[in-house]
């Protein structure tokens, strides 16, 4: 069974920071590729960051310069270091596994999900 915990979210003003963590079991982050993705209320889920097995990385346009994504190989964690947070980035955040051996941004290319953490920016 692949299992996947993110923890690390909270409510920050904006400006502020929060770094989020993924334990995954089941699965070796640096086998294919791993995924954190976004959804706001009323709002499609959305690709945030990548890191794909060779350590390269994609980072949506909207965070680009203020998100980072990075793995830790050896506890097995993936990780988004999220700096200058702006209200429109409150979502619940996730960390995934695709099926293929290739990063993208499509969510139904995705196959295990954590369950979510809540990342809230606010005045």
């Known amino acids: 069974q692949v299992l996947l915990v993110e923890s690390g979210g909270g409510s920050v003003q904006p400006g502020g920071s929060l770094k989020l963590s993924c334990v995954v079991s089941?699965?070796?982050?640096?086998?294919?590729?791993m995924g954190w993705f976004r959804q706001a209320p009323g709002k499609e889920r959305e690709g945030v960051a990548s890191?794909?097995?060779?350590?390269?990385?994609s980072t949506a346009e909207a965070v680009k310069g203020r998100f980072t994504i990075s793995r830790d190989t050896v506890k097995n964690m993936v990780y988004l270091q999220m700096n200058g947070l702006k209200p429109e980035d409150t979502a619940m955040y996730y960390c995934a596994t695709p099926l293929r051996s290739y990063c993208s941004f499509r969510v139904d290319e995705y196959i295990h999900w954590g369950q979510g953490t809540q990342v809230t920016v606010s005045s």
């Open positions: 890191i794909y097995r060779g350590g390269t990385t």
């Open positions: 089941g699965y070796t982050v640096s086998s294919t590729c």
